[in-house]
């Protein structure tokens, strides 16, 4: 069957009709004849499974992944029914819920009531914190994973699909992990494992902007939203709206903190600060909005673009966009200009693009060879790569910090200075959390100086 046909079926389930495509997948409308239910249906784009060379052993992993999420039985989770695998491609069944989504409340550019942020935010807390009592990380939390059914309640989807990046869906280097950049824990970025933490980084994100019509880290590409998670802290939310009060940003700074150690370890812990921090003070008494109708009358005609969502064709240079279609050429002839003119048009990351295209070409080994002169290029063109050494301890400075904390706090300092650097997100986190170890205030200025020295050095 064609990768882009639309099957008639999938086991016992009716297939009707696309409602919605991702890098990674595609959602169908559905039916469940048999009890006259609606069904969203949602599958892997076929040049992701094309990607493995032993799809039976994906096929199983994946299977046992969406077995765990179908464990998610809550009000505020969309519910996963069954797992059916059709011409060696699985499609995961799932509630239908017909709704405007979370993003589209925030795009309406209403802000809503104070204690209604709260009940929304609870809502998704909750939904998360019974995720992780059953092992489940969403790693993809962002406003357009959240649904407005009703007035006022919440649900949140794509569990389904939740720990597809534990099926080595990600690139190596972890700059092609699953998830949204706008909305992914620093670490992440990094491309360290996302824990529980990660998830509430993501919410921390979604309060911001229910808080302030705004994200907290305003970037146009990836290597300035890297730069900005790693090295800058989020502008209080008394700066977007004088009118909130310390208690809440306290809590937005917690949940955006760059360290996940820094962070609410608990969804629990979150919603108790946040509920706290809600009561501190007085606080509007508008009637809550109207979630629904809200979401469904957001004009996406008239939204603002995400900043990260541009297509490639906007970010690449025309020099590396030459260079990639010379690369795709060695196996496609002249029409690789056209191909690649068309991919960077319809693709805003590097992995969705280096996917779209490797699709067109036959043998695996060739595969394997253009995907690795093509992500090399593309990051180096994106300063991807640029941004991701600023924030490598290498082994040299790992040395010279252990021996300049030596005097201070003597010869523990091999211990703490190797686990922070394994640790520590980014470098300024690094020398941060190392100086708080330092009791004298003389001390501590000394070893600030060595990273100021550090920060040149790498600039040069």
């Known amino acids: 069957m064609n990768a882009d046909a639309i099957p008639a079926r999938v086991g016992k389930y009716r297939i009707d009709h696309v409602i919605g495509r991702g890098a990674m997948g595609i959602v169908y409308k559905g039916y469940d004849e048999q009890i006259d239910r609606p069904l969203a249906i949602k599958t892997l784009r076929q040049e992701i499974i094309s990607d493995f060379d032993d799809s039976e052993s994906f096929l199983k992993r994946f299977a046992t992944e969406a077995q765990s999420a179908a464990r998610c039985l809550h009000p505020n989770i969309v519910t996963v029914f069954d797992l059916v695998e059709h011409e060696r491609r699985p499609y995961i069944i799932m509630e239908y819920v017909n709704a405007g989504t979370l993003e589209d409340v925030i795009r309406s550019g209403t802000l809503i009531p104070i204690r209604q942020v709260g009940e929304v935010m609870a809502q998704i807390l909750l939904a998360l914190d019974h995720a992780h009592s059953k092992g489940v990380i969403h790693r993809d939390i962002k406003p357009s994973n959240i649904l407005c059914p009703s007035a006022a309640s919440i649900k949140v989807t794509d569990f389904g699909v939740a720990r597809l990046d534990s099926l080595d869906l ?11 950049p706008n909305y992914m824990a620093p670490e992440r970025l990094l491309g360290r494992a996302a824990d529980v933490r990660a998830d509430l980084f993501s919410v921390g994100v979604i309060l911001y902007q229910l808080l302030t019509g705004s994200k907290p880290f305003i970037a146009f590409d990836l290597p300035e939203l890297m730069r900005k998670l790693l090295n800058e802290m989020p502008p209080s939310i008394m700066t977007l709206r004088p009118e909130l009060w310390t208690e809440i940003d306290a809590v937005a700074q917690k949940a955006l903190a ?7 370890q608990s969804a629990e812990r979150f919603i108790e600060s946040l509920s706290a921090a809600i009561e501190a003070r007085p606080h509007d008494n508008r009637v809550p909005v109207d979630l629904t109708e809200l979401s469904r009358t957001s004009s996406r005609d008239d939204a603002t ?12 240079s025309s020099s590396a966009a030459d260079a990639l279609s010379r690369s795709l050429a060695h196996w496609l002839g002249p029409v690789a200009r056209v191909i690649v003119r068309q991919a960077l048009q319809e693709t805003s990351d ?16 060739d595969i394997a060879q253009f995907r690795q002169a093509a992500e090399k290029l593309l990051r180096e063109d994106l300063g991807m790569a640029c941004a991701f050494a600023q924030e490598t301890i290498s082994d040299a400075e790992i040395k010279a910090t252990i021996n300049s904390l030596v005097p201070a706090i003597g010869p523990i300092a091999r211990h703490i200075v190797i686990r922070e650097a394994r640790t520590a997100v980014g470098r300024d986190d690094f ?30």
């Open 170 to 180: 990600t690139n190596p280097q972890g700059l092609g992990a699953v998830g949204t």
């Open 258 to 264: 760059r360290n996940p150690d820094d962070r609410y």
């Open 305 to 316: 673009a995400e900043e990260l969502s541009a297509s490639l064709a906007t970010k690449l």
């Open 350 to 365: 590097i992995d969705s693009l280096v996917a779209c295209l490797s699709r067109h070409i036959r043998a695996d080994a």
């Open 431 to 460: 020398y941060r959390r190392l100086a708080d170890r330092i009791p004298d205030e003389h001390e501590k200025s000394r070893f600030l100086a060595l990273r100021e020295r550090s920060a040149a050095s790498k600039t040069h």
